[in-house]
């Protein structure tokens, strides 16, 4: 076999692996999510605005995902983030996989079960999220949408990517939240908790973990909020666990 034989075949297998990484990542993104859902604790910032969409639709969980993925991504085009195929195939996966998981029973009734059981679920969740975020962006076939609109609007406004994420996140959940998605204790859980488990699943794979000032800030802030809404008892109450129950009980 020819050398440039060789660095074809080596090229083909090293894509292939790629995509399989790419794949797996967005599986266990969408086990993550389907995990916090399950918990009942409350959801991440994005999955707020999901869960209030399928209140407000006809849509399943992870068809407000795709929704509104697709959203990002067409609002990442126009102010000139080009998508990669790894974030095409994001936007169509994730939302597919959660909704297929769903779908199993998977703990479907666990909103009933001890607080204890549920946190621990909802802990998983974190980790699994954060280690299908090193997962995917390690197969390097494209940042994730989110991720690209917070480029594209950090380059537009002249600002770090930590206070761009920071605008995004905190709209998205105050957003969510006034629509009625499921907000709770556990958005909160999940905004302190992600930054760190993302940066040890970074050093799991041999990455550079991402600036510290990304992603946890902005989730941060929007926890900051929802803090103070469950001190005052406005989130949290039998209407909002009742809603997140009929989340899983339809999916």
Known sequence: ?????????????????????????????ALGIALTVRADLGLSSWDVLHDALR????????GAVIAVAVAVVAASFVIGVRPGPGTLANVLLVGTFTDGLLMTGLLEGLASGSGVTRVITLVAGVVVIAIATALYISARLGAGPRDSLMVGLAERLHVSPGTSRA??????????AAMGGGVGVGTAIFAFAIGPAIHMS???????????????????????????????????D??????????GGRI
């Not at 039998?238 to 989340?247: I, K």
């Open 55 to 62: 209140v407000h639709t006809s849509l399943t969980f992870g």
């Open 1 to 29: 076999m020819s050398t440039s034989s060789a660095r074809q075949g080596f090229g083909a297998q090293e894509g292939v692996l790629r995509w399989a990484r790419l794949i797996a990542g967005l599986w266990l993104f």
């Open 202 to 236: 970074f050093r799991l794979f041999g990455m550079q973990p991402p600036p510290r000032s990304g992603r946890g800030r902005g989730i941060g802030s929007a926890a900051r909020s929802v803090q103070r809404w469950v001190a005052k008892g406005q989130l949290g």
């Open 238 to 247: 039998g209407s909002s666990r009742e809603r997140s129950r009929y989340t």
């Open 167 to 176: 605008l995004i996140e905190t709209g998205v959940v105050l957003g969510g």
